[in-house]
């Protein structure tokens, strides 16, 4: 197991307390950047005239990315209806090449939000793209949207973590029967439901801290200090984002017993949107 390295901050903010987004295409570093303009180039060939713009979000943007522990995270805005299977079916063989092509990624997504959605006041985008957005192609919209400070508008993961946690248990359960001889992708999994997990950790604790990160060592250790009976478990979370396990069986024991806690505490502390 690899150390666990103290690494990550806390968001800046201004005079009046917003958020600063600290994004920009120069913190993009190698190896990153060829993974950026191919994932670019890759949307806008199969997007087409549906693409109004394109966003990169998390660590990369940021410069903070780490080779064999990060993922590229991107955000689409489409213009008109769209069914999102069928764009999803167009980018899932850019992102298995991508991920080909770029080992050192664990894994590369692409939301796909409606241009019209974007303008809603409850859209969660608004805050995602206006504080944590880099636009890499098309209209920068974050011009329009209103700024923020920490607060429930940065929620992300917590109220999705009960539907995220019941995907991965069951993509768990199927594992050996779709993948037999290929772990790799239920470490990419176990990633993915990790990271969630310690985020959606400091996510019950952000409005009384009033501060804002996505970086996994600050979230984990903020949300030890409220709850250090959970500290352990919260650190194996840690530790499983940062490297993940291909063990089946102890995820899903993990997942049943510490993912159930987390999801129940939401329910008890986070208000839902409407």
Request: hydrophobic residues 40%; charged residues 25%; proline residues 6%.
């Amino acid at each position: 197991m690899n150390p666990i390295r103290k690494l990550g901050r806390w968001m800046a903010t201004d005079a009046e307390g917003y958020l600063i987004n600290e994004c920009s295409w120069e913190k993009i570093q190698p190896p990153w950047l060829n993974l950026v303009c191919d994932l670019r180039d890759g949307c806008v060939n199969q997007l087409g005239d549906r693409l109004h713009s394109l966003y990169l979000r998390g660590s990369v943007p940021r410069g903070l990315a780490i080779p064999a522990v990060s993922d590229l995270d991107s955000v689409a805005l489409l213009l008109g209806e769209f069914e999102p299977d069928h764009l999803e079916a167009l980018l899932k063989p850019l992102r298995t090449a991508l991920m080909q092509r770029y080992p050192f990624c664990l894994k590369v997504e692409t939301a796909l939000v409606s241009a019209v959605e974007i303008q809603a006041p409850t859209s969660q985008w608004q805050a995602t793209l206006q504080t944590q957005g880099l636009c890499i192609y098309g209209e920068d919209v974050r011009s329009h949207l209103p700024r923020f400070k920490p607060g429930a508008a940065l929620i992300n993961h917590a109220f999705d973590l009960a539907d995220d946690l019941a995907d991965t248990q069951t993509f768990l359960r199927q594992a050996s029967a779709d993948y037999p001889h290929d772990n790799a992708h239920i470490k990419a999994q176990c990633g993915w439901i990790a990271r969630r997990m310690v985020r959606t950790g400091f996510e019950l604790v952000m409005a009384t801290e009033g501060t804002f990160t996505r970086d996994l060592y600050p979230c984990y250790e903020c949300f030890a200090r409220y709850f250090p009976a959970q500290e352990p478990l919260m650190r194996k979370a840690l530790e499983l984002a940062i490297q993940p396990s291909d063990n089946r069986e102890g995820l899903l024991m993990f997942l049943s017993h510490f993912g159930a806690w987390l999801v129940e505490r939401v329910d008890a502390t986070l208000e839902r949107p409407d």
